[in-house]
């Protein structure tokens, strides 16, 4: 008998993949961590039970979360990545050689733990110098910071539990301050097919706040519905097309190119309905 | 207790739709035709246990098969689909007022019967003037017509039983010459996620016929991994762009636009890779 998990992706909805074997699991302060060999996906982290992410699909998420605002950002220093503890997006930033610092604010730390052990493809630039980890909780820490770093990356959980704070206004407010004048941030916003309220709430938070604010793509197949929405907001740069195309081709991806960037802010129309103020 | 159906989308992963009640089964002559009410897609038609549409996310996939092609053609008069017993694309394609006449030839009469009776939103220009159905295998119907239909889409089942002859290249030589001197021809091409080898095979296919070809995707979140993909080839016009901008703007649609269009040939470098000759 094969041994399956299921996610329940709503009342009505499960994802099921079959499983070699479950390789971790324990209960944090904060939620259930599962790690599990699937075979369709190879290795998947789990977060109460919600698929955070598999070794065969990560690069699309990581990519696109990071190498969009990174790439609008014309020489990223320094930035900050709330959530995101099994490293994939510190991955990714550390592809920039304009990254001198990058911070991650994770506020469970069993995840960078049960990641390092765990999923060392996907947590692998954890430990380089450049990295400052905090386990603390990234509302606190960016409510008493200001003016500091170049880009932003929120790579949140479901805005149920202990990420549901990430997606308020007044988050986005402290985003707002603790980013440069310059500054650029992005997140992770649901999918466009089963969270369309959510989508346009936040977004039109984020364009109240920031001059310059869009949404963007990506197909995502162990994410509910297989199409997943970012936000970035922006002070001065225009995020729909990288900076500066040299520097994009010289970083290597599977999913971002530099048209891709671009091609990923044209939205399907449903989707672009929820980015129009009434 | 709910009740489920499960597609098995291979040995290893499955989705499973919480259902109000199956609508109808029968077994006919080519397959089992199944239509159920799920609560989180609506109404879904399923042939051997694949979904091939929902009242849902139907729109993805009709109106991207179908408006890419004959937005590529300036003028389409004339359209065949293979396949397609259940309306959709024929729906889309009757939006274009240039067309005078379309064809639908599939297997199945056993599938249009059905979708005739349960599926009315998809169904409903089935029963047009300009349409003829004919219950026939779409392989020998191409291959007696020569330099007829201006755009011949392929909206088949995957490639396995009734449907693995829609995929080889002695039938793409039979649609190319079914095609008028300017003919387009779109099909759908299966997941890049899961089926890489073959859309490679496919595409090489296509290109050795056809002077263009090209690959653009499209999310459909039932369809397995959420991202599908679709090969097109043209005799003379560009496949990347609506040939006219003015006529895509008239007709109504929620996914496709004309800028769409346009991003959804720029390839994720992962799939952009299928279509490269090496």
Request: glycine share 6%; with cysteine.
């Amino acid at each position: 008998m094969k041994q399956w998990i299921s996610e329940v992706q709503s009342e009505d909805l499960e994802l099921r993949f079959s499983v070699d074997s479950i390789v971790h699991s324990e209960n944090s302060e904060f939620q259930n961590i599962l790690i599990a060999d699937t075979v369709e996906y190879g290795r998947m982290l789990l977060l109460d039970g919600a698929v955070m992410t598999t070794v065969k699909d990560e690069f699309v998420y990581h990519e696109m979360i990071t190498h969009v605002p990174l790439n609008v950002h014309p020489m990223p220093k320094k930035v900050a990545v709330i959530g995101g503890g099994d490293g994939g997006v510190i991955r990714e930033i550390l592809k920039h050689e304009s990254v001198l610092e990058a911070v991650l604010i994770e506020i469970d730390e069993g995840v960078v733990r049960a990641s390092q052990k765990y999923l060392p493809e996907i947590s692998c630039a954890l430990s380089d110098e450049r990295v400052t980890i905090l386990f603390e909780d990234g509302i606190e820490y960016l409510k008493n910071t200001e003016n500091e770093f170049d880009v932003i990356i929120i790579d949140s959980t479901d805005p149920i539990g202990p990420a549901e704070g990430l997606f308020s206004k007044e988050f986005y407010e402290s985003v707002f301050r603790a980013l440069t004048t310059d500054g650029v941030f992005a997140a992770q916003t649901e999918s466009p097919f089963l969270n369309r309220e959510f989508i346009k709430a936040v977004y039109a938070s984020i364009s109240s706040i920031f001059p310059i604010a869009g949404l963007y793509l990506a197909s995502i197949p162990t994410y509910p519905s297989g199409l997943w929405s970012f936000a970035i907001g922006s002070k001065i740069y225009d995020v729909t097309r990288p900076h500066c195309r040299h520097t994009v081709d010289g970083i290597a991806t599977k999913y971002y190119t530099q048209n891709l960037h671009e091609a990923a802010f044209v939205l399907p129309r449903f989707v672009e309905e929820l980015t129009i103020k009434k």
